[in-house]
């Protein structure tokens, strides 16, 4: 990567944490969800990532969907599941 590319996402990168942002654009949000700008673009053609154009042209995003859509489709951890496990068979022995 050069010089330039490197600031110009440093710039980005302070923007979004200074700013506390609610829309971002797509550069902004391909680097806040580390998704290259490729794979994000395939994803909003395909309209599997929550966006908007409002003009037409360019893309946005609503940060809060973002995050909704990077975190769906939980899968629990080991523990997470032994814990439920052990409060389910606490529940039954108590009924």
Known sequence: MNTILILER???????LIGNKEVLTFDEASDYTGISRSYLYKLTASGKIPHS?????MLFFD?????EWLLQ??????????????????HHKVN
Do not use: F, H, I, Y
Request: hydrophobic share 30%; glycine share 2%; proline share 3%.
């Open 53 to 57: 154009k409002p003009n037409g042209k």
């Open 73 to 90: 489709n939980k899968r629990q951890s080991q523990q997470e599941l032994q814990d439920e496990a052990l409060a389910n068979t606490m």
């Open 63 to 67: 940060k809060k969907k973002l995050v």
């Open 10 to 16: 440093l710039d980005r990168l302070e923007k979004l």
